[in-house]
């Protein structure tokens, strides 16, 4: 795990500056204490911060091949490079190291931009082509790892993070309408558009192209998950998703270095320590929890989990007091907004697992692939609903309306009637509908395009979408957007803050192939999600654990925090007419949110900690530094 920036002038080819190059590099000391490295040719200049995990001696990046006609910076893990090497050994080519970067050098010299076809793991890469002087920059199939580029007046920066991009560039963007928009309705920005106008970020599976003077961005990633030929039974589904859960941990745990696991109380962890343990072991644990005093804390549970596999527990403790003194630290780490409760345990049980280990798995995935969440259910059945005469319907909906607070209940029954699927999804994930979200702004800023933009951002999904059932269309824009543009990027951040690697072994492209292909009975079956997960579970865990409450690092109790937060100090923030997030938004719809909440009429929690964690992170930016040279504050 890394941190890669790069920059190419690929109009004008004059030539890079070696020290912005390595000013854009030294903003990410944080991804990589272990290392630096640097390639710089005419136009075009590498830089690379390295936290060493595999073939610690012989991984130093840049990389080439022996005749330095082809250069890598690679962040991430490729899980399936010893069956890549032999391959390409078997093909005449010669390996020099035992690292799995090299295996990407060899694999373009041998496949081009297939390679990445090739790859199974988690990647932002970065490849000159000396001959053609091609740049390929491309991520990795699922989202993990992020690429960030701006591109003014010809020339191409790209990095790990934004930071680097920042340092590329004298001036500072300008915040984008249209993603504050797009993030006050998801909690995330959707790929490929950034919080900064003229900043994006690739979205999963593609890759930019730059060659002859011209930049184009492609997908690489074009598996379309047909449904299974002949119907599967129910022993033989849990029989392969539990080999391919085996494998897929298997190549997850391979390290040159201390591995452990971020351990929650439920039974998606549970099963991965299980798994884990089949392998070896003692596993270090570590685990977030807030004391006996919340009925969610996790702590007990996860001890128990823990003991059962033998594993080393370790608990981390947050209180309120601590919460609200991290958020803006945690805040200019993502640095983007993301407004999740969950980054703040996420965050603290990184920074206490990288005293034990430089590498921890995490239970994230099943789910999004196997309908783990309320929303799965409500798409699921959602038919049903759309059955319903419209003139039902728009009772229901109108007496619905009424009810006090009920939030998720109310989106699901206007969402869940759009008859366009597409947008119906789109209304699905977001917390109100565009129309309200846009009475918030001012009349200055107020934007016609945040549906319009996103609809360009997902309409590549459609064509794959008409080979699924009405469950796998939803989960095909999970896995395209709110999995890796919310929970995969905190997860890197947070995680790299404190030069942690982060793997997400479900997550592994065997078996989110697999689960695609799946039909949503597997899912979903009596009204119950993760079905065939759950199947996978039984194999290891006692009733105790499977029938859990769903909690994850215990987030509701974070939630209560904000919530009397809000009733505290935080709510100045959104009261304060000179908060900076009023450059862009009229204070009278928000102290009215702010009012509603606090009156009991409607449940705006998570609208306002939306709208408090853009305020955060905009009186954040000016300590974000930009200049060349200048040091990360991570």
Known sequence: MCGISGQFNFVRNEPVEPEMIRGMTRTMVHRGPDDEGYFISGSLGFGFRRLSIIDLAGGHQPMSDVEGKVWVIFNGEIYNYLELRGELEAQGHRFRTRSDTEVIVHGYKQWGTDVFNHLNGMFGVAIWDVDRRRLVVARDAMGIKLIY??????????????????????????????????????????????????????????????????????????????????????????HELLELYRAAVKRHLLSDVPVGILLSGGLDSGLLLALMKEEGGPWPSFTVGYGD???????????????????????????????????????????????????????????????????????????????????????????????????????????????????????GVYSLGIGDRLERYQQVFSLVPGGTMSGLFRDDHVSDTADKELVNCWQELVPQMDQTDELGGLQLLEIRSSLPDELLMYADKLSMAHSLEVRVPYLDKTVVEFAQRLAAGFKIRNRTGKWLHRKVCQTFLPPAILNRKKRGFAVNVVDEWFQSSVEGHLQEMLRDESSMMFGMLNPKPVSRLLGEHRSGNQDNHKLLFSLVMLEQWLRGMRSVPIEPGSAAVN
Not at 211 to 224: P, Q, S, V
Not at 303 to 332: C, K, N, W, Y
């Open 293 to 411: 005093s919340f009925a969610d804390d996790e702590l007990n549970d996860a001890a128990e989990t823990a003991s059962l596999m033998g594993a080393r527990h370790v608990p981390v403790r947050l209180d309120q007091t601590e919460f609200e003194r991290s958020l803006p630290h945690i805040v200019d780490c993502l640095e983007e907004p993301v407004a999740t409760s969950s980054i703040v345990p996420m965050y603290f049980v990184c920074q206490r697992a990288r005293q034990d280990v430089k590498v921890a798995l995490i239970g994230q995935g099943p789910d999004e692939l196997f309908g783990g969440y309320k929303r799965h259910i409500g798409v699921h059945y959602g038919n049903y609903w759309r059955g319903v005469p419209k003139g039902i319907r728009s009772l229901v909906s109108s007496a619905v309306g009424c009810l006090p607070r009920n939030e998720t209940l109310k989106r």
């Open 149 to 238: 580029y701006r591109m003014v007046r010809g020339q191409l920066s790209f990095g790990s993070e934004l930071r680097p991009v920042l340092a590329a560039q004298p001036d500072r963007p300008e915040v984008d309408p249209v993603a504050v928009n797009l993030f006050l309705r998801f909690r995330y920005t959707p790929s490929p558009l950034t919080i900064f106008k003229g900043i994006r970020k690739l979205a999963p599976g593609t890759m930019l192209i730059v060659e002859g003077g011209e930049c184009r961005e492609k997908r690489w990633y074009n598996y379309t998950p047909a449904p299974f030929e002949s119907p599967k039974e129910d022993e033989q589904a849990r």
